[in-house]
């Protein structure tokens, strides 16, 4: 299996994959109110001491979903992850190391990149889908289409600094399948338990999605 191995759900069916940083196994399961929204894709950040529990509570409670761990840094995250029950692992870099560690463990791997350096290195080991990280400090949707012309070849999931207000200007894009968004889970919505505000979230950003012009799709290019 390449680094980037198939996995339709990601590339097809959600224009937004909530990131989500929680400290609270009981209160991950609360994620299913973004899969009542319609978003079947979840990243669980390994920003916390207890994340992977919230990973493996997740996949426990929902196995509908696709659970992905992000910030993954070297190959202890990737192996704990995917022990942890992790479908999919991001990270805002783009090591070696970590590609191979990835393919070791049969797990794909989104790696971060910003610049085209980064971009073709990438591509070079496998990947085709790629993490462009941190999005709008990096430049923006203008990067995105300024790479279009020498690197065609490559499908984006901008993380960082996104909004509902400002995720149309990227998914406009051609060779941007999906972002990452943080906004969708405050660490308010989780104190107060507000399932039903996080599924009305949800449902608002795959219908300013649509509006926007995004619909699923299947690229074969990039599985």
């Known amino acids: 299996m390449t680094p980037q191995a198939p996995l339709p759900a990601l590339l097809s069916t ?9 400290d609270d196994p009981q209160r991950g399961v609360g994620a299913g109110a973004l899969l009542a929204g319609g978003l079947s894709v979840l990243e669980v950040t ?29 190959k202890t995250d990737v192996r ?11 990270s805002p870099v783009a090591e070696e190391a970590l590609s191979a560690a990835a393919s070791s463990m049969d797990c794909p791997l989104v790696p971060g990149v910003c610049t085209p350096t980064e971009m073709a290195s990438a591509w070079a080991r496998g990947h085709r889908l790629l993490k462009f990280f941190p999005a709008a400090a990096s430049g923006g949707p203008d ?12 499908r984006f999931c901008p993380t960082g600094g996104i909004s509902l207000a400002s995720m149309a200007s990227y998914l406009a894009l051609d060779n941007v399948r999906c972002v990452g968004g943080s906004w969708l889970v405050r660490a308010a919505d ?20 649509v509006a926007a012009g995004w619909r699923p799709t299947a690229d074969e290019a990039v599985t």
């Open 14 to 22: 959600v224009p937004v994959i909530p990131v989500l940083r929680i």
């Open 46 to 74: 390994l920003r916390t001491p207890r994340a992977l529990e919230v990973v493996r509570a997740i996949r426990g409670a929902h196995p509908e979903a696709v659970v992905a761990a992000g910030t993954i840094l070297d």
């Open 143 to 154: 990067v995105l289409t300024a790479v279009r012309g020498p690197l065609p070849q490559l």
């Open 80 to 90: 704990r992850a995917v022990e942890a029950g992790a479908q999919l692992l991001f």
């Open 190 to 209: 989780l104190e107060a338990q507000d399932w039903a505000g996080i599924e009305a979230k949800a449902a608002a950003a795959i219908e300013a999605a």
